[in-house]
C-alpha cells in the first residue's frame, strides 16, 4: 500500500519531536495546571498518569495501526479498512473534533502572542493581581485584537502546514521542541528555589483522594486525551507518514512518557511558584496569564523572564495546533483532491472565522450561549470531555473487534521485523478489547450523570 509519492517523516527523531510537539502544548502548560489546581492537586495528577498510561497508550498505538497501515488521512484510512459502514463515524467525528479544537485553540495561541509583546511594555508586570484581571479580562473581551492576534497567530500554523510534512512540520518541530524542553526546565530551577516553594511541591505530590469528584476523575480523562492528542485521528493522520521500519510500540510509549514529563515540568514551574508568593493556584483558565506576571513583577529580570515564558507557550501551541490543521488539511488533500495550497487556505479561513467567533464569544456575544456554556468554553468543554473519550472509544472497538488480529500483529511488529514477544502482544490487545473501553465508557457516563458509580 506504500504510495512512493506521498509526503512523510524524513527520520526516527522527526517523528519523535513531530508526534511529541503535537502532544505537549497548552494541553500541558495551559490546561493541565489549572485543572490540577481546580481539582485539588496531587490526587488528579494521580488518576491523570494512571489514565494516560492504561487508556490512552492503548489508543495511541491503534491510532498508530490505523494510520500506517493505510497511509491515509483520518476518513480515507476508514474508509479503507471498512468501506461503507458505520465505522466511518471515527473518521467524521476525528475531522470535526480536529476543526472545533483549532477554534479555540487558535485564540489561546493569539494571546500567547499578545503577552510576548505585553511582556517587555511597561506597566504590564506589576504585583497587583486586580490589575492583571483587569489586563487580561480587558484584552480578552475586547472585540478586535485577541481576533487579529488569533488570525496572526494561524496564520503562521497555515504557513508551516502548507510547506508539508518533511519540509514544514517536521523541519520545524527538530528546531523548537529541543528549545522547548530546555526553556522549560530553567523555568523549574527558577520556580523551585524560590522561597516558599516547598508548599507548591507538598500540593503537588500528597494525594487527598477525598477530593475527588466524579466531575474531576472526567475533566482528568479529557485532559489525558486531550493532552496526548488521541481520540480525534491526529495521531492517525501522522500516523499515516511514519516509515514502514519504525517501531510504534517505542514511538507511542516515548511519546506518552515525554508529554507526561514536560506536564510535570509545566508542574513545577508554575505551581511552587504560585505558593511561593501566596497565590491560590485555583485561579482556572487564568492562571498562566493572571497568576504568572503577577509573580514575574516580584522576580528580578521578570520582563525576560516573562517573555521566555510565552515564548514556550507560543511554541508548544504551535507544535501542536499545526497537527490539528494537518488532520484537516490531508482529508481536503486526499479525499477532496486539492492541492495543500489551496486546501491549507481554505482551512485557515474557515477555523479563522469560527475562532473569531470563539474569540468573540467572551466578549461581545458572551450572551449567545448553549447549555449555559459561551462557544469558546462549549467547544473546550465538549471535545475534552465527550468528543476526545467518545472518539477514542471508538478507535479502540474498531482496532480490537473490527481488524483482523493478525494485522494488528503484523503492524505492531513490523511483520516479525521486530521479533515477536507473546505477553506483550497480549496485554496490548487485552488493553485495546476490553480495558480501555469498558473504562472510558464508564467514566463518561459517570462524569456526564448517566450513571452512578462515585
Ligand atoms: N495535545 C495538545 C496539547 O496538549 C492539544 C491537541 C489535542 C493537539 C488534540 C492535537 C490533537 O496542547
Same mark, same amino acid.
Given at each position: 500500500m506504500t504510495n512512493s509519492k506521498r509526503d512523510g517523516f524524513g527520520s526516527r527523531f522527526g517523528v519523535l519531536v513531530a508526534v511529541a510537539g503535537s502532544a505537549i502544548g497548552l494541553g500541558n502548560l495551559w490546561r493541565f495546571p489549572y485543572l490540577v489546581g481546580n481539582n485539588g492537586g496531587a490526587a488528579f495528577i494521580v488518576v491523570y498518569i494512571t489514565v494516560a498510561i492504561v487508556l490512552c497508550l492503548p489508543i495511541m498505538i491503534s491510532e498508530f495501526i490505523i494510520g500506517r497501515r493505510t497511509q491515509s488521512n483520518a476518513i480515507g484510512a476508514i474508509k479503507k479498512l471498512a468501506p461503507k459502514s458505520g465505522w466511518l463515524s471515527i473518521g467524521v467525528i476525528s475531522v470535526a473534533t480536529a476543526f472545533m479544537i483549532s477554534c479555540f485553540y487558535s485564540v489561546v495561541g493569539g494571546w500567547t502572542l499578545e503577552y510576548i509583546v505585553k511582556s517587555f511594555s511597561s506597566g504590564f508586570l506589576v504585583n497587583d493581581s486586580g490589575a492583571l484581571t483587569k489586563t487580561f479580562s480587558n484584552f480578552t473581551t475586547s472585540p478586535v485584537r485577541p481576533a487579529v492576534m488569533m488570525l496572526i497567530y494561524l496564520a503562521i500554523n497555515a504557513f508551516i502546514v502548507s510547506?508539508?510534512? +518533511? =519540509?514544514?512540520i517536521e523541519k520545524y518541530a527538530k528546531i523548537l521542541m529541543p528549545a522547548l524542553f530546555v526553556l522549560i526546565i530553567i523555568l523549574a530551577i527558577r520556580s523551585l528555589t524560590l522561597p516558599g516553594a516547598q508548599a507548591g511541591l507538598s500540593f503537588l505530590f500528597n494525594p487527598d483522594f477525598s477530593k475527588l469528584t466524579a466531575g474531576s476523575v472526567l475533566a482528568a480523562l479529557g485532559q489525558a486525551f486531550f493532552s496526548l492528542s488521541v481520540g480525534m485521528g491526529c495521531i492517525i493522520t501522522y500516523g499515516s507518514y511514519?516509515? +514502514? +521500519?519504525? =517501531?510504534l510500540m517505542n514511538i507511542s510509549l516515548t511519546t506518552a512518557i515525554a508529554d507526561t514529563t514536560f506536564a510535570i515540568l509545566a508542574g513545577l514551574a508554575i505551581i511552587p511558584a504560585v505558593f511561593a508568593f501566596g497565590i491560590? #493556584?485555583?485561579?482556572? #483558565?487564568g492562571l498562566v496569564f493572571i497568576t504568572l506576571p503577577q509573580i514575574f513583577a516580584q522576580m528580578p529580570f521578570g520582563h525576560v523572564i516573562s517573555f521566555a515564558f510565552f515564548v514556550i507557550l507560543l511554541v508548544a501551541a504551535i507544535t501542536s495546533s499545526i497537527s490539528l490543521l494537518e488532520v484537516v488539511v490531508a482529508y481536503f488533500v486526499e479525499e %477532496? +483532491? &486539492?492541492s495543500r495550497r489551496v486546501a491549507t487556505l481554505i482551512t485557515f479561513s474557515v477555523i479563522g472565522l469560527f475562532g473569531v467567533l470563539c474569540s468573540l464569544s467572551l466578549g461581545e %456575544?458572551?450572551? &449567545?450561549? %448553549?447549555f449555559g456554556k459561551n462557544m469558546f468554553d462549549l467547544f473546550d468543554y465538549t471535545t475534552s470531555n465527550i468528543m476526545l473519550p467518545v472518539g477514542g472509544l471508538l478507535i479502540v472497538l474498531f482496532v480490537g473487534w473490527k481488524i483482523r488480529r493478525e494485522d494488528v500483529r503484523d503492524e505492531l511488529f513490523n511483520g516479525g521485523v521486530i521479533p515477536f514477544k507473546r505477553t506483550l502482544f497480549n496485554w496490548i490487545m487485552i488493553g485495546i478489547k476490553f480495558l480501555a473501553p469498558i473504562a472510558i465508557a464508564f467514566i463518561l457516563l459517570n462524569g456526564i450523570g448517566l450513571i452512578k458509580l462515585f
Open positions: 510547506a508539508g510534512i +518533511k =519540509n514544514g511514519v516509515d +514502514k +521500519k519504525e =517501531n491560590s #493556584p485555583g485561579e482556572g #483558565p %477532496l +483532491k &486539492m %456575544l458572551k450572551e &449567545m450561549t %448553549l
